[in-house]
Each structure stands twice: as C-alpha cells, then as structure tokens.
C-alpha cells in the first residue's frame, strides 16, 4: 500500500460535510452502511457532535477523512482534525456563501500552519455565483485562492466543470471530457490565465514561461500547484454538489495528486523506509468505543508503530506505555493490525493514561509534536444529581469524558463548594449531560452557580471576648483580645503577641482555629475572609476551666466584633478577558463590555479581526458565551481567566448581602 493520506473536513453546520464524507466513502468502494454520526446525541439531535472517521484506498493510497463537526461549540473537534492531517478541506455552502465555521476554520488552519483547500458544495442548488464566492474568499481570507474547476451549467442544472490545468471540460452525467461550451470560453480564458499566474509566481522558470508568453504543460503546473498546496501558499477551490455526487472524483483525484503524502520523518515527500527512525506518533484524539473500550486516536508521524511494543509519553518521557491493540479503519469500521508506517491513523487499544495531545516516541528524547492549544471552556453550571445513585456514579462518569475533551471540565469551586461544570456553551453542556444520561446513567440538573466572593477588611480594628460558662463540674473559660489589619499580597496571617503568661502557650492553637474558623464561615454573607493579619495580644485563663476549646470559641467570637468594627466589605472576581471579533462588531463589543462594568484595556488589530482586552466582573460573564454569540452571529469568540479580587461597589454589596439572607431562610 502506498503513502497515506489524511483529510479533515472542516466548516459550517449544513455545508454538507458528512454527507461529502459519505459520497467519498462510497465512490472510495466501501460498501454500506457508511454510519459517520454513531452516538445516540448526534442520531437524536441529527448534527455531528464528535470527530467521525472513514477510510478508502485509491490508486495504492489510503485515504482517510475526518469529519468534524459544524457547530462552534464543538470547535474543540476542528482543533484536533486540523493539528494533524495533511490537508483541512473547508467545505462552503454555495447557496450561504462564507459562514462562520468557515470562518474559523480558515483562522485554524491558519495558526497549525496546515495545507488548505476549499470545496464549494451545493452547485445544484440555482443561485450560486461563482465569481462572487471567489471574490469573498479573497476579500474576507488572507491568502491565494485559485479555482481548479469553473462550473458549467445547461438550462441552471450544474452538469460539469471545466478543468483549468487540462484546459478541457469535464461532464458528470457520461464522466467524458468535451470542448469547453462557447459561452463559457472568455471566462475560461479569464481563470486559467489567474491559475497560471498565480501558480508561476512559485517557480522562477514557469514565470519566465508566463512572462514570454511560453506554453506551460499541465504537468508543469501541477507539480509546482502541489508545491503550493504544501507550503500553505495557495488554496485550491473546488466545486461539486455531494448530495448528487457530482464534482467527487474531481476531489479524489486532487487528494492524490495535489497533496503531498509524508515520508518517514514526517516532512511532505515520498515515503522512506520505515524502519529508518524511531517510531513517533501524536495523540489527538480520545474516545470510548461501546465494544472496545477507551481508545486513543493517534498519528504515527515518524517510523512504524508495532503492536506489542513500548513507548515513552512525551513530553517528560519518564513515563511508558505499553502498545498493545491497534486498529486502522476499513470504510467506518475498525479494523486490528499489528503496525502502522508514518503518516497512518491508527486507534490505540487498552491504554489509560495517554492525556490528549501527547506524543508518544520509541525513544525519551525526542522532540514532541506541536500540537494546537485548545480553546478553555468559558461556560459553566452548577449540577446536582438528581438521586443517590447519581451522585455514586457521577464522578467516575464525568472523569472519563473530560479525560476525552479538552473543552470540557469538571470540579468543585473552593469558596462556593458547588460543583461546576464547564464547557463552551448551553448547547455543549446540555449534550454533555444527555450523554451523561445515555451513556452512563446518570441523571443531573443544572443551574447557574453562584459567584465565589469573599469578604475583607479595610481598617484596623480590636476586639475582647469572654467565654464563660458554668453548668456543675468542670466550666469552660477563655478570654482573648484580638487585632485585625488589612494583609496586602497574603491571604492570612496569625500573630502571636502575647507577652507574659495571659494565655498559656498551650491555648494558643485553639486561638488560631477559631479565628481561621470564623474567616471560613464569613460574617457579612457568610463568604470566606481574605487578606487579614489577626494578632492575639492579651487575654485571661483559669487554671481548672480553661481549655483550647473555650479558647477557640472565644477567638471565633472575637474575631467577629472585630471585623464588624474593621470596614468590612465583599470582594468580587474579575476575569481577564480577551475578545477576538470581526472589525465590524468592534463597536458593539465594548459598548456591551462598558455595561458590563468592563474597563478597556487595549485592542489590536488582527487582520480584519479585532482583539480586545478587558478587565470584567465574573458576575457579569456568566451569560456571556450566549450573549457574545448573539451581538456578533457567532463570529466572535473569548477567553477569560481569573485575574484578582476587587472590593464590590456599595450598592451592589447591599443586594448581594440581601440575597444571601433570603436564601438562607
């Protein structure tokens, strides 16, 4: 078998992308049924959600699609597909033109600095206007996109495509080459004089050729084409309708001659011999299959991967993992081998511990794959199992799929203790939960978390209390006079000043627990303290009565008078933000982060895109993934992390502490 080759398709919801997947897979000769969406999400909801797989072989050369999903909040998807394959296929819709997924997709391919080329599907469809879909890929992308075909329409039915290289035209219903139609032959003449030019720019002798006017094979401008297509310079544009099978072979005769295949190093070439250089594969893709467990989808980039063989995990290479089971696709179906040769797709069996993104490498120092970071979640809910038996079996649950999906995370807030679950939208978690449900049994409800504030001081203040009690026997007695500062820089610091023998060196700790106890419980709405210095600098004991119990207590109660008497106030996260959004919402962007008592702290532009920094409350982000999406028709998108503390403003302090109480009762 020859050279293997790897194509994601990428775009926007409904483009058609798993069903071109599927006419490649088919006229490729597997035979049905071709199944791509095969999770009971994706056959209830009838959209891709995870990545999907196929396989075919043509001419000596296997071809395997990746098939991603359209929707942006399963973007994460895009990342892997496109970190690794040989060419990201951006499929558009030509009745819609440019959409947003596209949009992405080109800004992906972009950043992994992959080899990209463009189908537009959907030629049936009356409407679609070539040159139109040319000029906005050329305005809204930065890069050279060059139509390969021009369509032919008889009577508005697309029955054919003219080949630019070969200069013929190319007619679906018999697979015959003609004469290209008459009425067609300016715009001809007009596009392959574009294709040529753009194509001699790569070579100095096929520029001189063009220049003097000399004829250029088609071998000629094939070979420099594909050179192009490698070094990311130029962007073939395809057109077809999948649904109607036209323009397919047209794209399976590009994916051989027009991308390069990888050699034994990983570097675009012919292939070497595989047992040259140790072995070296990327793992970037996890799942758990219903009949054969957790697998690890990964790419062998270097040598031959060997069942039965050992690797190192890069990038620490201390740890190993033992290749056991591997498994190619044979159309949409598994399929056991005992290796797999450089450029293969391959699924790893009955290993656990390789985290998504790692390499794996025959030897420990050898150089991990640059792998694309992926998006952090920025959308998250509080979830509650719904019975018992959910709460036992939650944890294990979620663990496994987070373990799978980069933009998918799981844990318990320190300050509100609430368990939160985060993803990249309410579309996203609300497949999480279902998939929960279906997959695992485990029923969970959702609701928005309350926000992590904490509690400080803003002045110096003391306090004396006196814990006294006597009930027959034994009493309980502490006193202790207490100092609280505002701490810069540290969350808390305990002082012991005590001089003398007012409280015996034994009570001490009881003092500290009980002031770190009342810290914890808060006192304004029964939030955390923070930054506070609190200093013990007298008090009394009773040589029967006192014990560090009563110490305690009298500490926690001291604490606080004192805080009360301190300037208390809430403290409120803020997120550091960055926006990234087409120039022509800008505007809208920062009057909205201006509601959101957002403070601007710089934009840059990006192309025609705009990134702007911003400093916002957490409580005013909650719903921003769905607003964001709204104010821009999805085409911006965030990240945000946490950046400090701030004191609330005071009337907001009012009605926070309000809302607590009223929760409380």
Request: hydrophobic letters at 40%.
């Amino acid at each position: 078998m020859g050279q293997a080759r790897n194509i994601c398709l990428v775009g926007h919801a409904g483009s058609g992308k798993t069903v071109l997947a599927t006419s490649l897979l088919k006229k490729g000769g597997v035979k049905d049924p071709i199944v791509l969406d095969t999770s009971q999400e994706e056959k209830n909801h009838g959209y891709s959600i995870d990545m999907a797989f196929g396989s075919y072989a043509m001419k000596g050369t296997q071809i395997t699609l990746l098939d991603t999903p359209g929707g942006n909040e399963f973007i994460e998807e895009m990342y892997k597909a496109v970190s690794i394959s040989d060419l990201s296929l951006i499929v558009i819709n030509g009745e819609k033109g440019i959409e947003v997924m596209a949009e992405r997709a080109w800004e992906i391919t972009g950043a992994a600095q992959r080899p990209t080329a463009v189908f537009v599907n959907h030629l049936d469809k009356e409407g679609v206007d070539f040159a139109a879909i040319i000029t906005s890929l050329r305005e809204q992308f930065d890069g050279k996109f060059v139509p390969i075909d021009l369509p032919i329409r008889e009577g508005g039915v697309f029955v054919g495509v003219v080949d630019l290289l070969a200069n013929r035209a190319f007619y679906f219903a018999d697979k015959s080459k003609k004469d290209i139609p008459a009425d067609l032959q300016p715009a001809v003449e007009e596009w392959r004089a574009f294709l040529l030019e753009e194509v001699s720019t790569l070579d100095d002798e096929l520029m001189m050729k063009f220049l003097e006017e000399e004829e250029i094979t088609t071998a000629e401008i094939s070979s420099t084409l594909t050179k192009g297509v490698a070094g990311g310079t130029l962007v073939p544009v395809f057109w077809g309708a999948a649904s109607e099978d036209k323009g397919i072979d047209r794209l399976m005769d590009a994916f051989i001659n027009l991308v390069p295949g990888y050699d034994n190093a990983g570097n675009a070439g012919d292939a070497g011999d595989a047992g040259n250089l140790p072995c070296k594969a990327v793992v970037f893709n996890l799942a758990v299959d219903p009949y054969l467990g957790r697998l690890a989808y990964a790419k062998v980039i270097q040598g031959t991967l060997k069942g039965g063989g050992t690797c190192y995990v890069l990038p620490d290479g201390h740890h190993k993992v033992d290749i056991r089971d591997l498994y190619t696709f044979d159309g949409t179906k598994q399929k056991s081998v005992p290796e797999a040769a450089a450029g293969t797709i391959v699924a790893i069996g009955k290993v656990e511990d390789l985290p998504l993104g790692s390499t794996i490498s025959a030897k420990a120092d050898e150089e991990s794959f640059p792998f694309l970071p992926f998006p952090q979640p920025v959308y998250s809910r509080m979830i509650l199992p719904k019975s018992q038996s959910d709460v036992e079996k939650m944890s294990e649950a979620l663990k496994e799929i987070c373990s799978t999906k980069a933009t998918v995370k799981f844990g318990r807030d320190p300050v509100t203790k609430e368990r939160l679950l985060w993803g990249m939208g309410d579309i996203h978690l609300s497949i999480v939960i279902e998939r929960l449900k279906n997959r695992y049994n485990v029923a969970l409800e959702t609701q928005r978390p309350h926000i992590p504030y904490k509690e400080t001081i803003r002045k110096k203040a003391t306090a004396r209390y006196r814990h006294k009690k006597q009930s027959g026997g034994r009493g309980q007695f502490g006193e202790v006079v207490v100092r609280l500062e505002p701490l810069k820089g540290e969350d808390f610091q305990f002082l012991n000043e005590i001089k003398g023998a007012s409280i015996p060196g034994q009570y001490i700790p009881g003092v500290e627990k009980g002031i770190i106890e009342a810290m914890e419980q808060g006192n304004l709405a029964k939030y955390p303290v923070t930054h506070v210095a609190a200093a013990v600098f007298d008090g009394k004991f009773h040589p029967v009565d006192s014990s560090e119990l009563a110490f305690k207590l009298a500490a926690r109660n001291a604490f606080r008078i004192a805080f009360d008497d301190a300037n208390p106030c809430l403290l409120e996260p803020v997120m550091t933000v960055e926006v990234r959004v087409p120039e022509d919402h800008t505007g809208d962007v920062i009057s909205d982060m201006n509601g959101r008592r957002g403070r601007i702290l710089g934009m840059e532009p990006e192309g025609r895109m705009t990134i702007v920094h911003a400093e916002v409350p957490l409580v005013e982000m909650q719903s921003y993934a769905l607003d964001l999406k709204s104010l821009t028709q999805a085409r911006a998108t965030f990240q945000m992390e946490l950046l400090k503390y701030q004191p609330v403003p005071a009337n907001l302090q009012e009605k926070i502490i309000s809302q607590t109480e009223e929760e409380s009762e």
